[in-house]
Nanobody, 121 residues
Framework: QVQLVESGGGLVQPGGSLRLSCVPA????????MGWYRQTPGKERELVAT???????NYADSVKGRFTISRDNAKNTVYLQMNSLKPEDTAVYYC???????????????WGQGTQVTVSS
């Protein structure tokens, strides 16, 4: 089992910025995909942004031009820089990783426990 440790959520005014970070709590062998999803009450969890091992990024249309995902491969850490935040960005943000812990294990999906982002004046 792999725990993903998230940080950086909080309360921010509209137009403000926050940066989320996520790192596995133990050593891992390789990561195929890391990224962020978000969820609001009564709605399904939705993709925000992902970053593949090949350097390909994918963003939800609603955050393009405002959010930037990046990855520090040496630290196995993924970041989500969120600028020009809007009230509709308010949600619990979940880190996601598809990784394997050793050369002899299969890739598996893991989720963080979630961090609250609230955009309000």
């Amino acid at each position: 089992q792999v725990q993903l440790v998230e940080s950086g959520g909080g309360l921010v005014q509209p137009g403000g910025s926050l940066r989320l970070s996520c790192v596995p709590a133990r050593s891992i062998f390789s990561i195929a995909v890391m990224g962020w999803y978000r969820q609001t009450p009564g709605k399904e969890r939705e993709l925000v942004a992902t970053f593949t091992s090949g350097g390909v990024t994918n963003y939800a249309d609603s955050v393009k031009g405002r959010f930037t995902i990046s990855r520090d491969n040496a630290k196995n850490t993924v970041y989500l820089q969120m600028n020009s935040l809007k009230p509709e960005d308010t949600a619990v943000y979940y880190c996601y990783a598809n990784l394997r812990v050793s050369p002899v294990t299969s890739y598996a999906a893991y989720w963080g426990q979630g961090t609250q982002v609230t955009v309000s004046s």
